[in-house]
């Protein structure tokens, strides 16, 4: 435990670690200092000169990311003096900064529009020519880099150095000629390079999947959890309503770490972060019964229908790690004395490394394990399922064509009387079930996911449901009601 | 006058070992060999030797600084600061060319005092004649057995003004960018590789035979207060002999441009650079101005490294700081904001004012962009850059004017 100290912040007294950066202590108070190059977790190499504070005694302005709290520091951030000396700071950023807001994808984020709001305001001098730099430079897979807007602090650079050890970018040359560049011979293209776009404070490194697609004013943003792996990167869901014609009308825009200490850090990877695209196509929104022909019905009429079927044994239910602790708890439920079947399979298992990435790329397996549930093998389902076995097969979100192929698992398909299919999105022989059942996806809901370490971390609604689809656990509660409706009228 | 390091100029053979050891070469040594490394360390701060690369800081006091081996235990490091590039200086090339072994003595008794087992010279890249000189006579000291406590290495610049300030010639040593350090840790307790290491220029370390020679007290007499010694002046420009001199500490502006023969003939003193472009000038007034450390600072200036620059009345002052901040401009190693940006914003100004495109708020302008930058920067450049337009600007408004007015007019 760092000793407490008393030190002045504008006049107040403050209580703070020792030896704590003045710039964070002066945040845990409540004063946002204007920076750019310090980041908590990439260091303060005190470049940018915006964070300048007056310190008493000294003979000069320090840098509020390079002074650490000492008992007694009597610390001025808002003075003339500093105003002048923040402005002047971020006026000299500017100097050769293009000025292309109206087509920068940063715009209305971006850390040298708001301190021109928040401390500059000043009528500009600058008479001379800008330099001209490259502006299109394709970093890698997911970035883009304009040379022109960077103010070189070396966030990025930091973060491929010492976060990913990838050293992709550097800055190379001297003086104002310098610029930020690709490593000779390298390009962007490591696992978590969308991290460098969110901690660039302007707009040099942009998305490319997010490129001129929306505004960043019409975006609105919900807290959620990345569902790519066990992790759980805390995430932020930002997506686009208001203007649905713009970002080809894809609901969610994209997708931004959240800072959580425990879990992620400030960071997530490229794979999560990238695998929106799918999230709207081929989506599910009406109760259907497929067989014999297709039909819609009400969910009612489904609920009752499916619900008789599950009363006797001989069910089979196949789920994965996407469900949430209130889908396991609710499912626990209703398939009680079913067999449960959601180990994930290699369609659902990929790389991990030492960083953030997870093995196995769903978030919430520890869930079901939590509520004391096992997943049986596919082979012993397929062998089941080849001994007539297996009477009811109830299928949530998992796509059989890709743990057994297309052509085996349409065949052990057909060896069950009666098969359900639920989930957001259409899976390969998702024709060839008995019912489909239109389920919400994780930006349509809200539930929570128990991350490999165990820890329960919540997930909000960013989205309304399309069509008719409702929560797994919803959909699990009005079949539990149907089922045991259906006993007691059978009793009856 | 006396002169310590250019005593024996006039030796054609100085540079060689043999001459060298006849006229007392590596008594000072052989001394500091007989004395504990605290003695060495305390005759250096009796002698008030202030470090000759520029910012004058006292030599002993900079060892004093260094962590004991049996508190922070594993390797230091001296390092000699060859990479002269200040505009202006060029006593350090003078004394590397005539007395290599010299420069190597005080090394070597550097390395002793601080215990050091690794001692590096850092030669500025364009120095090869130079670096070739240094490289025979490291050869002649080791074969003559002098170099058994500290071996010594020689490394060189790729070309950089910065890579002079010794954080970002540690960062260049370690085979990085040549980006400035800012200290805390100073590098004497986090230097090379991050050990304790001790910076000095090559002026500076060439002083200590004398002074294991002749005492610490020797050389203190020699100079003025708090400045021991002698310190050498690379005088160039306006004067009838441009060269180095070797004068006494405290000695008066006059005096060494009369060494120099004086303003070329026909012509009227403009002002003097005293220590290298980055220093601002000194004006006739100040003729009879006692050079050293602090008393220059009377006259708003610096001794910087002895780089003199004498001006005469053809010199405008809108071309004299717009050829500085160019090479300020060209040399910020880009860190920085206000430097980076501001350096070439600064030159860009004075270049339209030099192509009669001025305009009367660029003088207020450019005050305001000094100020801006000095004292808000990473560097001692960067100070340089806000601090070289707003001299020129004070002490000549008139050239200025003048530049705006005649601009206009055509
Ligand atoms: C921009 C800049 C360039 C410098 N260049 C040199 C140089 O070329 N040689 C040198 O000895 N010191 C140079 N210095 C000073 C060094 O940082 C350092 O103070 C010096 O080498 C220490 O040696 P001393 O104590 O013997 O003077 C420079 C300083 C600055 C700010
Ligand atoms: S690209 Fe962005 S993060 Fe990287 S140095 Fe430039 S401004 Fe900083
Ligand atoms: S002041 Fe100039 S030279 Fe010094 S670190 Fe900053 S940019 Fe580099
Ligand atoms: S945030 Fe402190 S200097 Fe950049």
Redesign the interface.
Known sequence: MAKKVKFKLDGREIEADEGRLVIDAAKDAGVNIPHYCYHPALGN?????MC?VEVAGAP??QVSC?TSVREGLDVKTASDAVK??QA??L???L??HPLDCPVCDQSGECGLQNYYMEIGQYQS?????K?HKDKRIEAGPHVMLDQERC??CTRCTRFVDNVTQTHELG?F??????RLELTPGLILDNAYSGNVVDICPVGALTDRDFRYKVRVWYLDQTDSICPGCSRGCNISVHTNTQRPWHNDGKRVARLKPRHNHEVNGYWMCDEGRYNTGSLDLGRLGRVLRLSPQKQDVSWEAAASEIGAKLRDGGVAFVASGMLSNEDWAAAKELFAGAKFYFSAQPDQIGEEDALLRRREKVPNLKGAEALGLSSGTFDELAKDLEAGKVRALYVVERDLAKIWGVERAKSLLSKAAFRVFQGPNKVELSESYDFRLPATAYVEEEGHFTNFEGIVQAYCKALEPIGEARPDWDIFRLLATAKSGAAAEVAA | MTKILTKHFDEPKLHELETYKRLDGYKGLEKALTLAPAEVTAEVLKSNLRGLGGAGFPTGAKWGTVPPVDKVPGPRYVVVNADESEPGCFKDRVLLTRAPHQLIEGLLIAAHAIGAKEAFIFVRGEYQNQYDIIEKAVKEAEAAGYTKHAKLMLMRGAG?YISGLDTALLETMEGK?AWPR?PPPFPTVAGLMAKPTVVNNVETLSMLPFILREGGEAFAKIGSAKNGGTVVFSVSGHVEKPGIYEVPMGSKLRDVLTLAGGVRKGHTLKCVIPGGTSMPPLMEKDLDLALDFDQIRAAGTFLGAGGMIVLDETADAVAVAHNIERFL??????????C??????NE??LE?MLHGKGTP?DVP?MT?IGE??T????CALGDTVGMVTRAYIQRFPEDFKKRISDGQKS
């Open positions: 190499p005190g470049n940018c000169r300048i000069k302005p390079r002048r000396a002047s700071a006026e000299l950023h100097v050769n001098s600058v008479r001379e020519d330099q103010i070189l800055v040359r001297r003086g104002h000629t310098e | 950089a960018k800012q401009t060209h040399e910020s190693c880009g860190q920085c904001t206000p980076r940006e501001g350096s070439y914003w860009e100004i339209r708020e302008n305001r801006n930058i004292g808000k920067v990473i």
